[in-house]
């Protein structure tokens, strides 16, 4: 039996600004994570990882983070790592969070669950 | 204070070129990211989690109210207007464009500073006493010294790759407040028998992952003997230091795998080797640097301002706790404090730094320095001048009187920030600042240093507070575990771990009951809370954290 393959998004950051970015089902760069794809078949996921290895002009850092499909239909992040990525810093208002991006996943103190 | 000289100007202004063209490349596809990595980590540049984030030398900490200024100018022209010190007395900016850090780095040269080997397996910024130049307790001023460090070591050919980063610490006072214990080499100056200038060597010191307390490599090296000495410790570090194991390759393992005497017999073998290849001409240098830290021309003016002002008690609970004894009769050494109860410690907006270089211009001789504690300080004020300055720092809201206290905390950027970071230190700080004051008893508390790591690579110095605080990734969930005891001094220890750690929600709680209990524990008010620890041990102190369940812990 194949062992489960937990869900991912591709992030990265983008080279010439450094902010934080997910790969879309067609083949965007987007801040907002709900457009991210959520990836849930293992060798997807590899080739998508390699797509957007293929695009060192537009992104740095590229790398799987777990996620998983919310309530609402759309992906969040299930670490609290990659859910800072989608908020910006908790000591300001500064980031993704003061540019109207939803913030997705579970930073504690800051949201409540998705 | 230093001021570069052709050499200097032309060097980094050349470094800005190259880095120009470099990210050109880069943004053309010239070069790939792994090799632009380096190149721009050469140059003080990382990739954070929301953006890059640019380092800035502050060698030895040593401020000027014009490159202030300029700070100030960068923080609002390319990034979002504020600044962050760090414990390394470095400044980061968190919100650079990659293609907008040229144009920094050049505003930088404009007024001789660059962000070289602020990152790197190489020689960083060498850390020194934030009270140089100005401390009544210091044999000599330790900054020419560092200068001369910062310019032999800078571009060194044979330490740009070193096993691993290199940090160097020096003090001139007998009161460590440069944590030297806790550096590759810690340097402290003394004077032999004759009365001589020399430095007490210190070899191996280190927090992070492994940390480990610097022992003395010599007790009383000449200060002719410095270059080719520290340039001997390296040599020896370059070859012996491992390089197959990113987490083995400091040389407090080298020290430590290779045992003490074997390294130091190392080293005095390549000094022997080496010393006489040096002419002097270093010595030479340093006399010019000497005469650039020059003392400002002291005044001799009434002090009856400053008494009268005492008769105020919000400033005579600044005056308290934010000065410091000066060696010049009338003068005071002046701590602002980057630590408002509930704000980010270590940050100042561009209108901050504006009011601290203007203020050192009026008051202060022109002269500010930046502490690994992550303040500010006005090395010489005269005393009859310290109403004014309280009065103008309180408008600028940089009047707190908290320094050395419990919300005076070194914290890192955790997660809030840092791509490195295991779970978030702002926040906990901000929460433990505010409730302290609530509870408006941390003048009563005394002295007492909090130290708060996001990660175990410990940029927040937690392993030499006496309250340090680790923050982890405990699957998937924030979790902080508390060592007490530490003290980054010259009687320096390394904090002993407590039991499990606490949640995001409970750290807060288990600080408060921490503090609160020494307060009964304490034989008298000047017991302080290090001093109760060392006298009473983990004991009683674990019972506070942890209650009846103590034992189980």
Known sequence: MPRSFTPKVVSANRLLEGDAVWLTEDDRWSPDFTEAELIEDEAHADIRLLFAKGQPLVVVGVELADAARGRDGLPYPTHFREAFRTHGPTNYRLGKQAEGLPTRGHIPGETADV | ?553
């Open chain 2, 1 to 553: 204070m230093y001021r570069y000289d052709d050499f200097d100007e032309g060097f980094v202004r050349a470094r800005v070129a190259q880095f120009r063209a470099q990210v050109e490349r880069r943004i053309e596809g010239a070069l790939t990211e792994d090799e632009f990595r380096p190149l721009r980590l050469m140059n003080g540049l990382y990739l954070q989690l929301h953006a890059y984030m640019l380092r800035v030398a502050i060698p030895y900490g040593t401020l000027s109210p014009a490159q202030m200024r300029q700070l100030a100018h960068i923080a609002e022209r390319w990034d979002r207007g504020y600044g962050h010190f760090t414990t390394r007395q470095n400044i980061q900016f968190n919100w650079p464009r990659l293609k907008d850090v040229p144009d920094i780095l050049g505003a930088l040269a404009d007024v001789g500073m660059h962000a070289i080997q602020t990152s790197g397996n190489c020689v960083r910024n060498v850390t020194s006493d934030h009270f140089a130049g100005a401390a009544a307790d210091e044999i000599a001023d330790p900054r020419p010294i560092a200068e001369l460090l910062r310019q032999w070591s800078t571009d060194h050919p044979e330490f740009q790759f070193l096993p691993r980063k290199f940090k160097i610490a020096i003090t001139g006072s007998p009161n460590d407040r440069a944590v030297t214990r806790a550096h590759d080499i810690g340097l402290r100056m003394v004077r032999n028998d004759r009365g001589e200038p020399g430095f007490e060597v210190l070899v191996g010191g280190g927090l992070g992952r492994t940390p480990m307390l610097g022992q003395v490599v010599r007790d009383f090296l000449p200060q002719a003997d410095l270059l080719p000495y520290v340039e001997a410790i390296l040599g020896a570090y370059n070859l012996k230091g491992r390089r197959d194991n990113k987490y083995k390759a400091r040389l407090k393992i080298t020290v430590f795998e290779n045992g003490l005497e074997a390294f130091k017999a190392d080293v005095e073998e390549r000094f022997r080797r080496i010393r006489p290849e040096w002419s002097g001409v270093d010595q030479d240098l340093l006399r010019e640097i000497e005469a650039a830290f020059a003392p400002p021309a002291f005044r001799n003016a009434p002090v009856d301002a400053f008494e009268a002002a005492r008769a105020n008690p919000v400033f005579r609970a600044w005056a308290d706790t934010n000065l410091h004894p000066h060696r010049v009769e009338g003068y005071s050494i002046v701590t602002v404090s980057l630590k408002a109860h509930g704000a980010t410690p270590g940050d100042a907006t561009a209108h901050q730094m504006r009011v601290l270089a203007d203020l050192a211009e009026t008051y202060g001789h022109g002269e500010l320095r930046i502490s690994h504690e992550q303040n500010v300080i006005i090395p010489h004020v005269h005393k009859g001048d310290l109403p004014d300055l309280w009065a103008a720092l309180r408008e600028a809201g940089l009047a707190t009187a908290n320094v050395g206290l419990a919300s005076d905390m070194i914290v890192c950027p955790g997660m809030d920030y840092c791509a490195l970071a295991t779970a978030r230190s702002i926040p906990i700080a901000q929460q433990i600042a505010l409730r302290f004051e609530e509870l408006q008893v941390e003048h009563d508390v005394g002295p007492l240093k909090i130290k708060i790591s996001g990660c175990i690579n410990a940029c927040g110095h937690h392993h030499v507070g006496h309250i340090g605080i680790l923050g982890l990734d405990r699957a998937g969930v924030e979790n902080y575990q508390v060592t007490l005891g530490g003290d980054g001094t010259e009687r320096a220890s390394i904090g002993e771990k407590m039991g499990p750690g606490f949640a995001h929600t409970e750290i807060v709680g288990a600080v408060e009951r921490l503090v609160l209990g020494y307060l009964d524990l304490r034989l008298s008010p000047e017991e302080t809370f290090l001093e109760s620890y060392r006298r009473l041990g983990p004991e009683p102190f674990k019972a506070l954290l942890y209650g009846e369940h103590a034992d189980a812990a």
